[in-house]
């Protein structure tokens, strides 16, 4: 399973907070098995989303014949990330905490093309009866001040068990693959303690975040020029393509 970075700021812990992180972590094992069962539902719902989006994928190939999805990445977010969110946010430790207060336990990212992919997935996703939003964040429209663009999603999904049925939280994450690469790098730089000329280097990532952001407008313009100057097809033309497509392997 690919890893989605955990977005924490790398502030040293001082003695009350390392003693709380202590405390966070023994409570974490003296409630191991309670634990491990939650993380093993937000697993699964982490397969209830991507399977979502993967249906998606193949409906968008087979009626549009484009594919609107370069890549999909997910994560469960790791015990130590858990704890230090928690102390963090200052929210006392227990099960009942870390499921109302903590919406990201459950990570995926949607990479795609063309920025206007990313909110026809959205709508796809949010639109279906057993999906319910709980947050939305539009860092796309109103980017970060350090350039930062993503749309975030945190949704609901119910996952079954042998059991009982439970809602789980899943927070997804939707960008263009410039704005993957862009994050991926603006990410390197927070786990480096000393970067000499930080402030420019701050600088130059804010500017590159603009130049991404007018280059992926820019594509998606087009992207979309082009398709409205296809010649239009004559009949044996369009029976032909059709025939084609029937041959299409559609997984």
């Given at each position: ?42 697993a699964c719902a982490i397969k209830e989303v991507q399977t979502k989006f993967?249906?998606?994928e193949t409906e968008f190939k087979v009626r549009y014949q484009r594919n ?184």
């Amino acid at each position: 399973m690919d890893e989605l970075d955990e977005r924490v700021e790398l502030i040293p812990l001082g003695e009350a907070k390392a003693l709380a992180a202590t405390e966070f972590a023994k409570q974490l094992l003296e409630t191991a098995v309670d634990y491990k069962e939650l993380r093993m539902m937000y697993a699964c719902a982490i397969k209830e989303v991507q399977t979502k989006f993967e249906v998606l994928e193949t409906e968008f190939k087979v009626r549009y014949q484009r594919n609107p999805i370069s890549s999909i990445q997910t994560r469960l977010k790791s015990s130590s990330s858990i704890i230090e969110k928690m102390i963090r946010k200052g929210i006392p430790f227990s099960m009942e905490n870390l499921e109302a207060q903590i919406h990201d336990l459950a990570g995926i990212r949607v990479i795609c093309s063309y920025v206007d992919d990313i909110y026809a997935l959205a709508d796809a996703l949010t639109s279906q009866d057993d999906i319910t939003l709980v947050e939305k964040k539009d860092y796309i429209k109103h980017p970060k001040p350090n350039g930062y663009r993503s749309l975030h999603l945190i949704v609901s999904v119910p996952v079954f068990f042998s059991r009982q049925k439970r809602q789980i939280k899943v927070e997804v994450q939707i960008r263009t693959i410039a704005m993957d690469f862009w994050a991926s790098l603006e990410h390197q730089m927070k786990y480096k303690r000393e970067i000499p000329d930080q402030q420019h280097i701050v600088e130059q990532l804010k500017n590159c975040a603009e130049d991404i952001a007018r280059v992926d407008r820019e594509m998606m313009d087009i992207r979309r020029r082009l398709e409205e100057s296809v010649d239009e097809p004559t009949e044996d033309d369009i029976l032909i393509a059709r025939l084609k497509k029937l041959d299409t392997p559609i997984l």
